[in-house]
């Protein structure tokens, strides 16, 4: 099936410092990309969608010169947390529309200390 | 209002017994309807999908309830690998992103 490969799967980092998630998709073309991010025993609220060549389309509340998002290529899309501060620890995760429904990829724990 | 909505539990539940879960959404332009699976620090995994017409896939069943803009899923003879969350998902008519519910905790007890 398909596959969605995240890294990394998790990092610590200091507070003001950015940190670059990768998801790649490693089977199809992902043209479409969604990230969500999920704090503790809370579900996964979808924070953008990045089309392949296009700018990404930012979900209400979400920032998007903190959380810069490329997607340059059909295969591969990045999420950037720019400024980390503390209140940005949690658990990102993309998803990626295939020719069968949405793959997942495994999720990026950020701890922002 | 949340679009969508579950009891977050949790549900403790021995090994043996048959477990409902409810979901209700808000949007009722929605057009598809799923129940995942996440497991602690893991990516949410396709369950199955749900139809109005109910399906099965072996000890799980799932209901959709259109009218009453309703979802269910019932697990039969539970087993301690079903200790997960489950999360009510679904898509609006033509959009393609998932909006999940806050999910479900399930425990079950040997």
């Known amino acids: 099936g398909a596959v969605v490969s995240q890294h990394p799967s998790w990092v610590i980092c200091k507070s003001g410092t950015s940190v670059k998630i990768e998801c790649r998709s490693l089977d199809f073309q992902a043209t479409t990309m969604f990230w969500y991010r999920q704090f503790p025993k809370q579900s996964l609220m979808l924070m953008a969608t990045s089309n392949e060549g296009s700018k990404a389309t930012y979900e209400q509340g979400v920032e998007k010169d903190k959380f810069l998002i490329n997607h340059a290529s059909l295969t591969l899309s990045t999420l950037t947390v720019t400024s980390a501060h503390p209140e940005d620890s949690s658990f990102y995760i993309c998803s990626g529309r295939d020719f069968d429904g949405y793959t997942f990829g495994s999720g990026t724990r950020l701890t922002v200390v | 209002r949340k679009e969508v909505e579950q009891d977050p539990g949790p549900f403790n539940v021995p090994e043996g017994a048959t477990v409902a879960f409810n979901c209700t959404y808000s949007n009722s332009a929605s057009q598809s309807f799923f129940w995942y699976r996440q497991d602690c620090r893991k990516e949410p995994k396709l369950l199955m999908s749900?139809?109005?017409s109910g399906n099965e896939d072996g000890r799980f069943t799932a209901q959709l309830n259109r009218a009453s803009q309703y979802i269910s899923l019932l697990i039969r003879d539970s087993k301690l690998s079903d200790s997960a969350t489950y999360l009510c998902?679904?898509?609006?008519?033509?959009?393609?992103?998932?909006?999940f519910g806050q999910g479900t905790r399930l425990t079950i007890n040997p």
């Open positions: 998902v679904v898509t609006s008519r033509g959009a393609q992103k998932l909006v």
């Open positions: 749900v139809y109005s």
